[in-house]
């Protein structure tokens, strides 16, 4: 079966790193995605990661580990506009479509 | 940003009646992909095209059907609307698989009463 896990809510501070982990089990992959979603707002691209390892992009990273199926994205020096939902998504090799988690929604306070 | 619409943004329908929603590009991408968003379940994949007049189902395809005569133009139609389908739909288009990423519109928010 298809299927990618998320925390539900995170909660951190302004300053400080927060990491957001996903895990995947899908017949086939071909790369994982992440996008960040404002409340009421259409989701937009952040990474992309089809080999094993850190992709780094400004203040957001994202990592994967093809072998246990993982992939966690870091977010460094938060700011409050940080506020939003990421989606983890993974491109199944066998069916050519994007299946999204449930989503973490990132709660960042003072 | 990609040149993604979609019409309306909101609509309000009673059960029962037939209900079409739009997306349009100017990217001319070749895939464009309907899906729902409802708390707890994440995106969801309803249908997609690879082309125009080529159309396949996603996870969630009952009760919906799709049409592309155009490659700019991607219709979602609910025959016979239900409360359960009251979501958020969001349309995305990508200029291929697997690698590209796919660029999302604005969402329509469908209330079915």
């Not at chain 2, 059960?15 to 739009?22: D, E, F, I, M």
């Not at chain 2, 095209?49 to 155009?70: L, Q």
Request: aromatic share 12%; with cysteine.
């Amino acid at each position: 079966g298809q299927n990618i896990d998320q925390p539900t809510e995170m909660t951190a501070t302004e300053g400080a790193i927060v990491q957001i982990n996903c895990t995947y089990q899908t017949s086939g992959f071909n790369g994982l995605f992440w996008y960040q979603q404002h409340a009421g707002e259409a989701p937009t691209f952040l990474s992309y990661n089809v080999l094993d390892g850190l992709e780094e992009k400004g203040r957001f990273s994202s990592f994967l580990s093809r072998s246990k199926g993982y992939s966690y994205l870091l977010l460094k020096e938060l700011q409050m506009k940080d506020s939003a939902s990421y989606l983890c998504a993974v491109y199944s090799g066998n069916t050519g479509k994007l299946i999204f988690g449930q989503g973490t929604t990132l709660q960042v306070k003072p | 940003d990609a040149g993604i619409t979609q019409s309306p943004r909101h609509k309000v329908t009673e059960t029962g009646t037939p209900v079409t929603l739009r997306c349009h590009q100017t990217e001319n991408h070749r895939y464009m992909y309907w899906y729902r968003q409802d708390p707890g379940h994440g995106l969801r994949l309803i249908h997609y095209s690879y082309g125009v007049k080529d159309t396949d189902k996603g996870e969630v395809s009952d009760g919906y059907s799709v049409s592309r005569s155009k490659t700019e133009d991607f219709l979602l139609t609910l025959e016979s609307a239900t409360s359960s389908q009251t979501s958020v739909y969001f349309c995305a288009i990508s200029p291929g698989q697997n690698s590209d990423e796919q660029f999302f519109g604005p969402g329509t928010r469908l209330t079915v009463l």
